[in-house]
């Protein structure tokens, strides 16, 4: 059973406390822009979900159907137990390499781009690694773990990850020594060169105990948040692909077949001898590091806010209740990218208007298309409710900046 769905209302509830808290000891660690983007790559995630894309658990199904061994008894607490530790062992090998292998990294690199650390960062999750993620966890099929434990202990697994990612909590001692805490998850997402790449462990730190990956947060050195390269925009779809981008830019840039087959499965750090030019390397210092800030709007934020709710209730909606045909699963899935997409134009405080109206011209064409179909019928009153709000949002954003632009001439 997937416990996640059932705890993102709770999930909810500790972002507004952990805010508050913030605000009340003058220790904010939320930037809107950010946190938003973070928030709507979450939703994003379950696009996949919508298209019906999911090679693992055809795979799984195989697996468990024709290699597995005598599968274990659910209703025993020892194959829950053992189960879970399984998971975050083999988790732990698909997080490590996950940072050390280009492929791997380019389905992962989105949950590391936030350069805040706080409990929105823990829902900015790829929209990618259903790709390859699966692979890591043939052998606890094979074993014999039963489909159903399998998919209850690695959400439950992903639900304790979410409290880690907090700047208000400190060292927790002896806890330390055997669970991920927020201390040693802050060194994993930073980019100090002290820091980088360690502590990989979902539940138990002890993995990278063992395997020489571990690293303690030091008093006296702060950890800076974001990827080296920073991204520089709140675009989810690229966010999401400008690795691959990058990968396939030096395939078919580099003359020699050997490194075209090894940029795939090379370090993550490694380009071809003669693509150096198109990712030069620049001398970074991450002292002098900035995070990316457009001067966007209030509106701009209350838009995006306002769009943020609009996504995730498609998200829990169609794609969570599993209502969607494979037509209507690409109709949800343009309508849910298109908007994130649009949200991070204006959040970036770039031209959006554009885009956003040939968003809303396919959100009315589909409007009107739910007046043909039966099935859709009790979709049309909130759809045309959703488009007042949004062609309102709309009018007062465009004359927002067209003031603003104003007034930057006036005083230029």
Known sequence: MDYVPYAVPFFLLAILIELSYGWLKNNNTYRANDALSSMFMGALRSTSSALKIGLGGAVFFFVETHFSLPRWDSSSILTWIIAFVAYDFFYYWFHRISHERQIFWASHVAHHQSEDYNLSTALRQTGTGFFLTWVFYIPLFII???SYVFVSVASINLIYQFWVHTEH???????????????????????NEEYIDKNYGGVFIIWDRLFGTFKEEEDNLSPIYGIRGPLKTFNPVWANLHIYVKMLREIFHTKNLKDKLYVLVAPTRWIPTDSGHLSPKTDFDVHNFKKYNPNSSLASKSYAFFQLIFVSLISTVFIELGELNLPQGIVVAIAMVSTAYCVSLWLDSKKALLADVFRIVFLIGVFLTSFFLPEANKYTLPLAGYLSINLLFLFFLYNSFRKNNLLTRQMS
């Open 169 to 191: 909590v400190p060292k927790l001692g002896w806890f330390e020594l055997f669970f991920v805490s927020p201390s040693n998850h802050r060194v994993h997402h930073a980019q």
């Open 144 to 146: 014999g773990v039963p």
